[in-house]
């Protein structure tokens, strides 16, 4: 009978990186001191002092999740290319690294969301919780019907003032935050009508139903996208905000900074 070297031999052979999710120090010098390899290691910090680091901003609970960040981490900062074969070694089960799969590097995958996270001064809990949020509306509509909706998060103050109200402001006394179960449903009963929902830095849900009055001078969108991403893309340019927009046509999840798309996503392959 086959030793398990060599069932699972095949795993690790002709592997071009092994990314390490937030290891021990000894299970980091198990593979540091191997020739030959080159060993990355992905976390919201570096613990064991490593040559190569990805920075995770969260703790993702989801492993797939967690890998897709570090992919993507890994390929914008150029410490791995388009095609390599990767080992990835995770914690699913417990504390200790309990998993390990082999993946390809796929550039044509990327979707931006390393950079969303990166890019925006936000609170990345309030960013996953808004992102979450669009998606869900995205899968699921409004009663089961397609909605658009546009979420402005971070430097509110000044977005507040490059905007104006549609109509009542019913969270204007309020002090509630995104991701909350309950408020994520009024912000989808909320959705339904126009205008767009003004988030703070740290999640607190300033406003809904306003108007965005940035001029659209020089903002360039995709054909086939209308005043919603171009509202959303404009804010972006003339403030530090970052935007995440749903599409009522297409379905797709995208956000702007600096007047620019930096992740576009299909909800249902989310």
């Known amino acids: 009978m086959a030793g398990l070297d060599d069932v699972f031999g095949d795993l690790f052979s002709s592997v071009d990186a092994v990314l390490l999710f937030s290891p021990s120090g000894s299970y980091y010098e198990r593979f540091a001191d191997v020739e030959d ?10 613990t064991v002092g490593a040559e190569t680091f990805v920075e995770l901003p ?13 992919l993507e981490g890994a390929l914008e900062q150029d410490v791995i290319d388009d095609g390599d074969d990767l080992v990835c070694a995770t914690s699913m089960f417990g504390d200790g ?13 990327h979707t931006g969301i390393y950079d969303l996270f990166v890019k925006s001064r936000a ?8 992102l979450e949020l669009a998606i869900e509306l995205g899968k699921k509509g409004q009663k089961g019907k397609p909605v658009g909706a546009l979420f402005v998060v971070g430097d509110a103050g000044k977005v507040m003032n490059k905007s104006r109200p549609l109509s009542y402001n019913p969270f204007e006394k309020s002090h509630v935050h995104v991701g909350d179960p309950i408020v994520n449903v009024m912000l989808k009963e909320f ?18 139903y306003r108007y965005l009055e940035p001029s659209a001078e020089g903002v360039d969108i995709p054909k086939g996208l209308g005043a919603r991403h171009m509202a959303g893309g404009a804010i972006t340019r003339d403030t530090n905000a970052i935007t995440i927009v749903l599409s009522e046509s297409d379905g797709l999840v995208r956000a702007f900074k600096a007047g620019e798309i930096i992740l576009e996503v299909d909800p249902e392959a989310y």
Do not use: N, Q
């Not at 080159?38 to 919201?44: F, L, N, Q, R, S």
């Not at 690294?97 to 995958?109: G, H, K, N, P, Y």
């Not at 609170?123 to 808004?130: F, L, Q, S, W, Y």
């Open 191 to 208: 959705s339904r009508l126009d205008g767009a929902f003004i988030i703070s830095d740290a999640g607190k849900i300033v406003s809904a």
């Open 58 to 70: 969260l703790a993702f609970d989801d492993v797939k999740e967690r890998i897709r960040f570090g």
């Open 37 to 46: 390899l080159d060993v990355i290691v992905v976390g919201t910090e570096d």
């Open 123 to 130: 609170e990345p809990e309030v960013i996953k919780a808004v």
């Open 97 to 109: 690294t309990d998993t390990i799969s082999r993946v390809r590097a796929d550039a044509e995958s």
